[in-house]
């Protein structure tokens, strides 16, 4: 770290002798102009890159494109009204869709004998999730040499949702032979998976009587955030057009969690019969008033940003 500081401090001085021609030798402009985009990355991975060479690993390995934040959304995506003006945007569309499948001998089946094989039941988890995250700002700039700083505020909004569907080859009825019961041998175990856990004698979701359940649904719907940042910060333009600079940000946000709806079958009763039940719980809400450094706060509302960033204009 200590070298990265120590490069950019050369990288200063360096151009420290023309701070104020604002043209290179082939008379590119240094700083941003009316109609120009920018976008930031992460300018660690570059800085240790270069500081390496300096003896800090043998095995130097090459620098990568990295998000701002932990919200891997654009944030530093900028349109430049006039010299001094720039309006920020960041976005995040995600989809996920995951099936894992999982085989169980078939516990009606009698008879089998070596060196046949039971007949195989397959049970299905279907995982679906999304999130939508989308920044939007106003950046003012000052400074007539290429150290400039700037300021501003930026609006967040951001929401996400997950679904998950179990289907058993082993189905369950309370008359079935052999099936008086949801247990390990009839049903697949998948927690862990997408980090969903199997519920399994929940005394909480069952009713009087109720063998253990296997979930058939889960449902964690409605999340929504907000917030609003206020920042300020600081780059300076080491050849035209590219920038090594960062700020930071306060700010107030709230999210809240929706509700999770899972729903569960199983045996039970004098005479086993099947029952489907279903489970809903109100996840609750989260408000902040923080710096954006305070990586506790709201997640994607108001994840960190003060890390060095470099800035492309084009």
């Known amino acids: 770290m200590k070298k990265s500081i120590a490069l950019v401090a050369m990288a200063f001085g360096v151009t420290s002798a023309f701070a104020q021609d604002l043209t290179s030798k082939k008379g590119e402009p240094f700083l941003p102009e009316a109609g120009d985009y920018a976008i930031g990355v992460d300018a660690n991975p570059f800085l240790n890159y270069v500081g390496n060479f300096f003896g800090k690993q043998n095995a130097n390995t090459a620098p990568t494109w990295n998000y701002l934040n932990a919200a891997n959304s654009i944030v530093s995506g900028k ?22 499948k999982k085989n169980l001998s078939d516990v009606t089946e009698t008879g089998v004998t070596y060196p046949s094989l039971p007949t195989q039941k397959e049970d299905v988890l279907k995982h679906n999730s999304s999130t939508i995250g989308l920044t939007v700002g106003l950046e003012k700039r ?13 609006l967040m909004i951001w929401g996400s949702s997950v679904k998950d569907k179990y289907t058993y080859g082993q189905a369950v009825d309370g008359t079935t032979a052999g099936l008086t019961a949801v247990n390990a041998a009839n049903s697949s175990d998948f927690s862990g998976v997408n980090g969903v856990t199997n519920i399994a004698g929940d005394a909480n979701i069952g009713v ?12 964690v719907g409605g999340g929504f955030g907000f917030g609003v940042r206020a920042f300020i910060g600081a780059e300076y333009f080491v050849a035209p057009k590219i920038s090594i600079g960062g700020e930071f940000g306060w700010g107030i946000g ?47 509302i108001m994840a960190p940003s003060a890390n060095l960033r470099l800035n492309l204009h084009f």
């Open 208 to 219: 009087a009587g109720q063998t253990s359940g296997r979930i058939t649904s889960k449902k």
């Open 142 to 154: 000052k400074g007539k040499t290429r150290l400039q700083g700037f300021y501003g505020a930026d």
């Open 254 to 300: 709230y999210m809240t969690g929706g509700k999770t709806v899972t729903s569960v079958e199983s045996i039970g009763g004098t005479t086993p019969t099947k029952t489907d039940v279903t489970k809903t719980e109100k996840n609750g809400g989260h408000f902040v008033i923080d710096t954006d450094l305070n990586k506790s706060t709201t997640g994607s």
């Open 79 to 100: 349109y430049f009204k006039d010299a001094t003006t720039a309006y920020r945007v960041g976005i995040r569309i995600g989809y996920d869709s995951k099936t894992t």
